[in-house]
């Protein structure tokens, strides 16, 4: 059974940072590329961050760019984003998800592409 338990939201000044970290099992966490997406209140989930299983490629979307950094650890099955420089419009609740896609934007930016989620973590910055 494939399990993604996100862990590290909570309520940040803007400004601040927060860590997010994805704990995977029940699939070949090596072998998934690995996507944040986020979702606000009345609003469609978005694509945040994606790192490939291929080749360590990282994707991102430009309202996060040069403040948000996704990392993997295969050895212990393990994604992280780290999300600095926070910003109101950062408030979501924010899901880690996997799939078989190994690169490019065109595949890992979509939530379509991705077959497991987790249950997500709230994150809510305050101005």
């Known amino acids: 059974q494939v399990q993604l338990v996100e862990s590290g939201g909570g309520l940040v000044q803007a400004g601040n940072s927060l860590r997010l970290s994805c704990a995977a099992s029940g699939l070949p966490f090596s072998t998934k590329s690995m996507g944040w997406f986020r979702q606000a209140p009345g609003k469609e989930r978005e694509f945040v961050a994606a790192?490939?299983?291929?080749?360590?490629?990282?994707y991102y979307a430009d309202s996060v760019k040069g403040r948000f950094t996704i990392s993997r650890d295969n050895a212990k099955n393990t994604v992280t984003l780290q999300m600095n420089s926070l910003k109101p419009e950062d408030t979501a609740n924010y899901y880690c998800?996997?799939?078989?896609?190994?690169?490019?934007?065109?595949?890992?930016?979509?939530?379509?592409?991705?077959?497991?989620w987790g249950q997500g973590t709230q994150v809510t910055v305050s101005s």
């Open positions: 790192i490939s299983w291929s080749d360590g490629s990282t």
């Open positions: 998800a996997a799939t078989g896609y190994s690169s490019s934007y065109y595949y890992l930016g979509k939530s379509d592409k991705y077959a497991d």
